[in-house]
Every structure is written in C-alpha cells, then in structure tokens.
C-alpha cells in the first residue's frame, strides 16, 4: 500500500503506479468536508470521469450522485480504429456514440473497403491492374542528369556504386 499526501485527507493506493489522471482525481476528492476517512485507491484503479475507477470514499450524511463511469472505449482490432465518448452521463448514449465516432476514423474505413473488395471479388481484378500497370514497358525510368534535368535512362555503374572495375 502506498500513502499519497494530499492538502486533506490521505490517500491509500493498493495500486502500484496509478495513473497521473487519477490520483488528480483522487486529490479533489480528498479535500472534500463530508469526507469520513481516506480516500482509497483499489490495485485497478484507472483515470474515471470524475472520480477515479476503482476509487471508494466513505462520507457522513451525504449521497454523492454520479461517482460512477460511463465512459465508453469501443477498439476494432483488425483495423486498429478506436471510438471514445464520456460526455454522456448514461453509459448506452456513449458506447453508442463511440461506436459512431469509431466507424468514422480513417483506419476503420480504409479497413472496411479492403473488405468489402475482398467480399465481393474485386480485390483479385485490382490486383491484375496494378501487376499490369507495372510491366516493364509501362514504367520509365529516369535519371538526374549533371545538369540537373531528368532524362531517361539508368545510372552510370560510377554514379551507383557498382563498379566492376574500381580497385578494391
């Protein structure tokens, strides 16, 4: 258990290395003046919307309204896209709002169109048109010339760094 100092009452972490976010948290709680003891801090405890998750306060004659999270983090894995919402104070409002916010991201759409591609059998055709457009006589190498222009052609053997004939 680890003692954080506070301006009010203590507080007492059974988390070893708590969050920044929520041992701010944890400090606005314990200057509180309804507040019985400590402020404990359990081995999960995690930044929360105003109180830290994994947070518990014993208080005198008082009922402290919304102490809980509603916060809401949808993650799609394949993707690597992430939605997020703790505006709302209903939990269902913000799962629902970070699913929207996740579909939105530019990862889940590009996901998405490879997908639909793959599913609907276009991938292969984009395939054979990009192996078709890299045919050799499709692309056009060029060159900077010494006067700076660039002109068709490839490297002298001297300018890349391959030549047979330098001495070793």
């Not at 991938?123 to 499709?138: G, H, I, L, S």
Request: aromatic share 4%; charged share 25%; hydrophobic share 35%.
């Amino acid at each position: 258990m680890i003692n954080i100092p506070t301006e009010g009452r203590p507080i007492l972490s059974w988390c070893e290395h708590p969050e920044d976010g929520a041992v701010a948290q944890a400090k606005n709680l314990a200057v509180l003046p309804f507040l019985v003891s400590h402020v404990a801090l359990m081995p999960d405890t995690h930044q929360g919307y105003g109180m830290p998750i994994g947070g518990v306060i014993a208080c005198d004659g008082v009922v402290v309204p919304n102490v809980t999270n509603s916060a809401c983090r949808i993650r799609h894995e394949p993707s690597g896209a992430e939605g997020q919402s703790q505006e709302q104070r209903n939990y269902k409002q913000n799962e629902q709002t970070a699913f929207a916010r996740l579909i939105e991201t530019p990862e889940f759409k590009k996901w998405h169109s490879l997908e639909c591609a793959k599913k609907m059998g276009v991938m292969a055709r984009v395939d054979e048109e990009v192996k078709m457009a890299m045919r050799p006589e499709n692309i056009v190498v060029e060159v900077k010339s010494p006067e700076g222009r660039w002109v068709k052609g490839e490297p002298s053997s001297e300018e890349d760094g391959n030549n047979e004939h330098a001495a070793g």
